[in-house]
C-alpha cells in the first residue's frame, strides 16, 4: 500500500492562479482531511469528507474548494491564490464503522505539498 | 484561547539528556482523545500515540514516556536518553466530540534539539 499520496510536492503560483493539490489514498479510508501548516504553527484544519459525495468545512476554508467523487481521491482547489495561502498542506485519511463517526482514529498524513504563492 | 498549548517553542539538549515537552489542553467535552505526532526533518508527520479520556494509564514505550493528567489537563511527553535521531517538531493534537469534524486541533509544536 502507497498510503497517502500527494502530488505535487512542490509548487509556485503566481497571485491569481489556480491550481488542484491533488490527494489519494488507497486505504479503502472513508474519512478525508486537507490541513495547511504555516511556518512555526500547528495545523490547521481546511476541509475535510466523511465519505464520496460529502464534505464539511474546517476551521480554514476560505479560498478553498473540495470534492469528493470517489473514496480514494479528495482534491483541494484554490481559486484565486494569494500570498496568504502560501504554507505546506497536508492530507490525511482515517477509517471509522459506519455511524461512529472519527472520534480518536488515527489520521494517516500525504508528505505534503508545499506551495509559495508570489 | 488556544485550545492546545505547547509553551515550549524550542528545546535544545545534549545527546543523553532527559528531555520532556509539555502539553495543555483544554476542551468541554468528557470525551476526547489526545495526540502525539512526530515532524523530523524530512517534513512527514509520524504518529506516536493516542490516549483517550477515560485512560489516565501513563504510558512508556522504549525510550517514550507519556504522562496524562486530567486534573491539570496535561499530556505531556518524556524522552529518555535522548539521541540525535529524535532531533524533529513534536506537535500535541486534540480530538474532541463536539464540532463535527474528527478533525485534530494541533498545538504550535515543540522544535526539540539534540545536540552530540
Known amino acids: 500500500n502507497a498510503g497517502v499520496t500527494q502530488t505535487p510536492k512542490f509548487r509556485i503560483l503566481k497571485i491569481g492562479q489556480s491550481m488542484t493539490l491533488q490527494c489519494t489514498q488507497d486505504m479503502n479510508h472513508n474519512y478525508m482531511y486537507w490541513y495547511r501548516q504555516d511556518p512555526g504553527m500547528g495545523l490547521k484544519l481546511i476541509y475535510y469528507?466523511?465519505?464520496?459525495?460529502?464534505?464539511d468545512k474546517g476551521e480554514v476554508p476560505n479560498g478553498y474548494n473540495v470534492s469528493r467523487s470517489t473514496t480514494e481521491d479528495f482534491p483541494l482547489r484554490l481559486e484565486l491564490a494569494a500570498p496568504s495561502q502560501t504554507s505546506v498542506y497536508f492530507c490525511?485519511?482515517?477509517?471509522?464503522?459506519?455511524?461512529?463517526?472519527?472520534?480518536?482514529?488515527?489520521?494517516?498524513f500525504g508528505p505534503g505539498t508545499r506551495l509559495t504563492v508570489l | 484561547a488556544q485550545k492546545v498549548t505547547q509553551a515550549q517553542t524550542e528545546i535544545s539538549v545534549v545527546e543523553k539528556e532527559d528531555v520532556t515537552l509539555d502539553c495543555v489542553y483544554e476542551?468541554?467535552?468528557?470525551?476526547?482523545?489526545l495526540f502525539w505526532y512526530k515532524q523530523p526533518p524530512s517534513g512527514e508527520l509520524v504518529f506516536l500515540i493516542r490516549r483517550n479520556s477515560f485512560d489516565e494509564q501513563n504510558e512508556i514505550s522504549g525510550r517514550y514516556s507519556w504522562n496524562f493528567q486530567k486534573s491539570t489537563s496535561s499530556f505531556n511527553f518524556t524522552i529518555t536518553a535522548s539521541q540525535v535521531v529524535d532531533s524533529a517538531v513534536y506537535f500535541c493534537?486534540?480530538?474532541?466530540?463536539?464540532?463535527?469534524?474528527?478533525?485534530?486541533?494541533f498545538g504550535k509544536g515543540t522544535h526539540l534539539i539534540i545536540q552530540p
Open positions: 490525511a485519511s482515517s477509517y471509522s464503522s459506519s455511524g461512529q463517526g472519527a472520534l480518536g482514529r488515527e489520521q494517516f
Open positions: 469528507s466523511v465519505g464520496a459525495g460529502i464534505t
Open positions: 493534537a486534540l480530538s474532541e466530540a463536539e464540532g463535527g469534524a474528527d478533525g485534530l486541533t
Open positions: 476542551t468541554r467535552d468528557t470525551t476526547y482523545y
